[in-house]
């Protein structure tokens, strides 16, 4: 089955820096990456998802890449805000169920200091 | 545009009573997922639902766990008997369509058990 790592666990930056955040994927049949952003005692929110056949998608102040060679997509956050702090979410779609259900990441908590 | 429902928001009870938790999936969405959150074992996937079927419940962790879909706008995961073990965050998310498709979490249940 699928397998998702995320990298890193932990990150801070001051305001205004970027952030990436990276994930490795072990099936390369998936072909849908969504990204989830979690605040402190919130649920889990859609910030940007990509399918297999994107390469880049940007939204703003984020965008996500994704290198189906390699098997890894990352999450880049430019000129970071205060209130980009949380909890990000990785995950990509499990083949063998279909494609209908996603294998998350164990989380990359960001702090963006003032 | 009501997102996905979740009650309670918060609940608390001994070891041994029996738990309910409650969901309505956003309305025409076909797809509904029941997830845990801890700290130690990050976001799980317990059971999902399609066209209030049941199609993996592989997740569940054991016995004393089970859910329920009777029709498309609610759900329940019951927990008999409750352990302290139990004790997290339960995630309701739904999705429309087949396949890589982004889910919708509510806000979740934070279960304590004494």
């Known amino acids: 089955g699928e397998n998702v790592e995320q990298h890193p666990s932990t990150l801070s930056v001051q305001e205004g820096d970027s952030a990436v955040i990276k994930c490795t994927y072990s099936?390369?049949?998936?072909?849908?990456f969504p990204w989830y952003k979690q605040e402190l005692g919130k649920r889990p929110q859609l910030i940007i998802d990509?399918?297999?056949?994107?390469g880049e998608k940007k939204d703003q102040r984020i965008a996500v890449t994704l290198n189906k060679t390699a098997k890894h997509f990352s999450l880049h956050i430019t000129e970071t805000q205060p209130e980009d702090s949380a909890v990000y979410f990785c995950?990509?779609?499990?083949?063998?169920?279909?494609?209908?259900?996603?294998?998350f990441g164990t989380g990359t908590r960001l702090l963006v200091s003032p | 545009d009501a997102g996905v429902i979740q009650s309670p928001r918060h609940e608390v009870t001994e070891m041994g009573q029996e738990v309910t938790l409650r969901c309505k999936p956003i309305?025409?969405?076909?797809?509904l997922f029941w997830y845990r959150q801890t700290m130690m074992r990050g976001l799980e996937l317990l059971i999902y639902?399609?066209?209030?079927?049941?199609?993996?419940d592989s997740g569940m962790p054991e016995d004393r766990f089970s859910a329920k879909m009777p029709n498309a706008s609610f759900s329940t995961l019951k927990i008999q008997p409750s352990e302290p073990r139990d004790s997290a965050v339960y995630f309701c998310?739904?999705?429309?369509?087949?396949?890589?498709?982004?889910?919708?979490f509510g806000d979740g249940t934070r279960l304590s058990i004494l």
């Open positions: 990509i399918r297999s056949n994107v």
């Open positions: 099936d390369s049949a998936s072909n849908y």
């Open positions: 639902f399609n066209n209030n079927v049941p199609i993996d």
């Open positions: 309305s025409g969405h076909d797809y």
């Open positions: 998310a739904s999705s429309l369509g087949a396949a890589n498709q982004p889910q919708h």
């Open positions: 995950a990509a779609s499990a083949a063998n169920t279909g494609f209908q259900k996603l294998v």
